[in-house]
């Protein structure tokens, strides 16, 4: 273990030697950033880092800035941070959206967080159904199927005119969650992200260059059931 310093303050870092050919620098948490080198390197590790500072603070500033979608005892809804309240209950588990508040009623904690990871799910869909509607009108397209699925991506759309979205979008503020529904539904004019493509995005989204950048404060990484998160 050990500290480098950089503008944004102190990074810890830890060295993994391993079978491995190349050196990976990649950060572990907000704050601890892992060096992977082979086994046997030679490599001088403070000068190593020293080269790569840049991408170190580039790295550590998006860290800073980013949002955890899940921490304890609390989640994203729409963009807010919801304390989740759970409230012994015999009957079968039910998930109530307060203010600042999502009221878990269950029998046992397990139930309850299953019944918020369908809430989320079933709030995505709702949500995203109604926005994809105007949207497919606007573009004179229309797709195969629309599903929902716990994956890294927000969103996906392929040739056959399936469009997959994250079951957790729900979670993020409603702008961006409409800016991904607009960039999958564009997919289905282009398949790629070249200019025209852009520009059907813009005329779903017209926003959507400050609503992409405030996405990438969103990370999918670990987003996993959150009956394993909370």
Not at 30 to 54: A, F, G, Q, W
Request: charged share 25%; proline share 2%.
């Amino acid at each position: 273990m050990g500290t480098i310093r950089t503008e944004l303050g102190e990074i810890s870092y830890s060295v993994v030697r391993g079978k491995r050919r190349s050196i990976s620098l990649h950060f572990q948490n907000s704050s601890t950033l892992v060096v992977s080198v082979p086994k046997y390197s030679l490599v001088n590790i403070e000068r190593l880092l020293d080269r790569h500072m840049k991408w170190i603070t580039k790295q550590f500033c998006q860290m800073l800035n980013s949002k955890d979608m899940v921490r304890e005892e609390e989640v994203l809804y729409n963009g807010s941070y919801h304390k989740i309240e759970f409230v012994p209950w015999a009957g079968r588990a039910k998930v109530t959206r307060l203010e600042n508040e999502i009221l878990v009623e269950s029998q046992d904690r397990m139930s309850g967080l299953r019944a918020l990871d369908r809430f989320m799910q079933k709030s995505t869909a709702q949500i995203a159904e109604e926005m994809i509607a105007p949207k497919l009108r606007q573009t004179e397209k229309s797709i195969s199927s629309l599903r929902f699925r716990r994956m890294r991506k927000w969103g996906y759309c392929n040739t056959d005119g399936m469009i997959k979205l994250n079951a957790y979008l729900s979670m993020l503020p409603i702008e961006i969650f409409d800016y991904v529904v607009s960039h999958e539904v564009a997919h289905l004019s282009h398949m790629n992200h070249s200019k025209r493509f852009w520009a059907v995005v813009s005329q779903l989204c017209p926003n959507y260059r400050e609503l992409r950048k405030e996405l990438k404060r969103y990370n999918t990484n670990g987003l996993r059931s959150l009956e394993q998160r909370v």
